[in-house]
């Protein structure tokens, strides 16, 4: 207990600070909760304040007979998202939202607050994006990012467990990873520009170099001038990559990684789904193995569909929906074309012009959750590739130098985590899956 919680907690005759989420170890003792009034109805001689506090929602049964009358008054003049303290006892109720019920004996308010601008009737998107910073208490953003953290967890836990290495990458770096029309630049110096980092993977090859096994997870950036419900601009990425690996045992880290997480969700987050409404069953379909599809067989597939898209390009949007409904669970789109892919990829050795590289693409239509293969692992070929892609030769003097001292076969991937919740929660737009989204047309709050 830390020294102002004791403090908290020795008031005279006061009870115990008790989070919601802890009220079923708390079933007919008092309690005192400390919350905000997320709605409230009122008969007669009753209100009924349903209060959160973060960890979850309860119902507050304040009775005027049951409190002083300061406390009766408090509830009539507490608004929505007024904060509040209150002290109870708590009673199971399978009936009350959350399944428990305070039965309160007294109340203050911490400040009172009216005409909060976020009330219970529908409100636009726009509306609700220019006041994220009040949306994310509403029980849905509540959901997601609690599922958010689940997803996060499970990674960690995953990768910890497989022996990797968390090895941070930065984000201040002198070139391009994936490609140089996503870059945002940043005066740095003397030096002259840096960009904001769009992967770590180049650093994990230094580091897997290093550890053997490693991953990264942490913010990456993309200038993309795409306004579509799977971009952000500013996203978290986690990054496996293993040194004497191949893309098989790279999909086989991404297929269990996921498989994992899935799990974990379904185990700890069944509460959060119900609030979104997610049909869990489907989720219950994903398990291994992934079915593997050959990049030249995906486009025959899109094409039977009626789709445009020729053999040599990437897919778009609609292409990964369609591939991806094709499944109940990800499917493994496996060897694209060099010509469509990042300079460092290894070449099929079987035909040149294609890449020994898979995208993950998510079921029911969310499209790409991971991308990644094996790495090129000649200086030779990769100093050609460097000069084909037109970049800064000495940006890579570092990257060429894993390739002179020790080069070893390797692999690995980046896996989107806003992609992933979004896919895992159900949702229409991957902007409700992190705090505080950017986003082409959005930087406020
Ligand atoms: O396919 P990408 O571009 O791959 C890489 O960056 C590799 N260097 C990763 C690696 O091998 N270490 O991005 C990987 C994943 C995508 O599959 C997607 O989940 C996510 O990152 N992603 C985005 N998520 C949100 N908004 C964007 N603009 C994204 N771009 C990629
Ligand atoms: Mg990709």
């Known amino acids: 207990m830390s020294s102002t919680e004791a403090t908290k907690n020795n008031q ?3 009870p115990r600070i008790v989070r919601i989420s802890d009220f079923k170890n708390q079933v007919g003792k008092e309690v005192r909760l400390q919350g905000w009034l997320h709605n409230k109805r009122s008969s007669g001689k009753l209100q009924f304040l349903i209060v959160r506090d973060g960890s979850g929602f309860a119902q ?4 005027k ?5 300061a406390a009766w008054t408090v509830a009539e003049a507490m608004g929505q998202e007024s904060s509040l303290e209150l002290t109870g006892r708590v009673k199971e109720d399978k009936r009350a939202p959350g399944g428990f019920e305070v039965d309160v004996t007294g109340l203050r308010a911490v400040q009172i607050a009216h005409d909060y601008p976020i009330t219970p009737k529908e409100h636009g998107t726009a509306f609700l994006m220019e006041n994220r910073h009040l949306w994310l208490r509403s029980p849905r953003q509540h959901a997601v990012i609690r599922i958010r953290h689940a997803v996060v967890k499970g990674v960690r836990d995953y990768l910890d467990d497989q022996g990797f290495t968390l090895v941070d990458t930065p984000i201040f770096t002198p ?6 029309t996503t870059l ?7 030096e002259g520009t840096a960009y904001l980092t769009q992967s770590g993977q180049l650093y994990n090859e230094a ?3 290093a550890h053997g096994k490693v991953y990264c997870f942490g913010p990456t950036f993309r200038a993309e001038k795409s306004k579509t419900r799977r971009h952000l601009t500013e996203f978290w ?12 045992d790279a999909v086989k880290v991404a297929e269990g990684l996921i498989v994992s997480v899935v799990e974990r969700v379904l185990e700890t987050r069944g509460e959060e789904l119900k609030v979104l409404e997610r049909d869990a069953a489907k989720l219950g379909h994903v398990k291994s ?10 486009i025959k597939l899109i094409q039977s569909k009626g789709s445009q898209t020729q053999w040599g390009s990437d897919f778009g949007g609609t292409d990964e929906t369609v591939i991806g409904e094709a499944y109940d669970r990800p499917v493994v789109v496996h060897r694209f074309p060099a010509a469509i892919k990042a300079f460092y990829m290894e070449p099929d050795p079987e035909r040149a012009e294609l890449t020994l590289s898979a995208d993950i693409l998510a079921p029911e239509g969310y499209g790409e959750i991971v991308g990644g293969g094996e790495r090129m692992s000649s200086a030779e070929k990769l100093q050609q590739r460097i000069q084909e892609h037109n970049l800064p030769e000495e940006a890579f003097r570092w990257y060429l130098d894993l390739r002179k001292y020790g080069s070893v076969p390797h692999a690995g991937f980046g896996m989107g985590i806003e992609r992933l919740v979004t896919w895992i929660c159900g949702l229409e737009h991957l902007r409700e899956t992190i705090a505080f989204p950017r986003m082409l047309y959005r930087i406020y709050p």
């Open 60 to 63: 507050a049964v304040v009775a």
């Open 289 to 298: 193995p992934f079915p593997w599809l050959h990049y030249d067989d995906a």
């Open 175 to 180: 070139a391009a990873c994936e490609g140089t």
């Open 184 to 190: 945002f630049a940043v005066p740095y110096f003397d």
């Open 207 to 209: 580091n897997a170099a």
């Open 12 to 14: 005279a005759d006061s």
């Open 237 to 248: 990425m986690v990054e496996p990559e293993m040194a004497f690996a191949h893309l098989e």
């Open 65 to 69: 007979a049951a409190v002083p009358e």
